[in-house]
């Protein structure tokens, strides 16, 4: 089944511990994104990668790292994650078309 | 800046009723529009896209460059679609950057 994956699926951490939330494809897309959705905010990218080695940022990347070592693994880094960061992420990937999956959310607590 | 507005937070309606969600955008290239939908605990999908200019559930998307909208009709709404709609912008050049607005619950009452 084509799908995107993340894990975990909810999380709930202390300020200051580094964190790694994973996402994966099968679709062999090109493109993968994160996001995180707020309330009253919609959805707002964070970091982008166009292929493999390629990633740019979004609207929101501040304290947040991203790799992207290989096609189908996006893994979304906070090495020292604030009670700011508290929210819900999404995963996306999409292939030559602009339709993007998304992965089923990583609902995250800063304390 | 590349902007993607929807004024309305909540859009109640009752069955049967016509519904529009209203989305405006602002991007002075060539855009690609779309409209994702949650449903309740389920993860975003693709709705509709200009491109396609498809009826998807019933529902139906005209680009208005000169008024640069991309509102989502549907003439009759149906309980099923009560969800969270979001307009979203794309095609930015070289990039891959895809712009939310900030989304419209839609209720539809029995």
């Known amino acids: 089944e084509a799908q995107v994956t993340q894990n975990p699926r909810y999380l709930i951490t202390v300020t200051g511990k580094k964190l790694t939330v994973t996402c994966s494809q099968n679709m062999n897309h090109e493109y993968m994104s994160w996001y995180r959705q707020d309330p009253g905010l919609g959805l707002r990218q964070i970091y982008y990668s166009m292929n493999v080695e390629v990633t740019d940022k979004g609207d929101v990347p501040e304290g947040y790292k991203v790799s992207r070592k290989e096609k189908r693994n996006f893994p979304l880094i906070l090495e020292s994650p604030s009670p700011n960061q508290t929210s819900l992420y999404f995963c996306g990937s999409r292939g030559s078309s602009y339709e993007q999956y998304f992965g089923p959310g990583t609902r995250l607590t800063v304390t | 800046a590349q902007r993607v507005t929807q004024p309305e937070k909540l859009l109640s309606v009752f069955k049967g009723a016509p519904v529009e969600l209203k989305c405006n955008y602002s991007?002075?290239?060539?855009?690609?529009l779309f409209w994702y939908v949650q449903y309740s605990r389920q993860r975003l999908q693709l709705l509709l896209r200009h491109i396609s200019r498809e009826s998807i559930k019933g529902f139906t998307a005209d680009l208005n460059k000169g008024e640069t909208s991309f509102h989502l009709k549907k003439p009759f709404a149906q309980e099923e679609d009560s969800a969270m709609y979001y307009c979203a912008l794309s095609g930015l050049v070289n990039t891959d950057k895809l712009i939310f607005g900030t989304g419209t619950r839609l209720q539809v009452f029995p």
């Open positions: 991007y002075s290239g060539s855009p690609e």
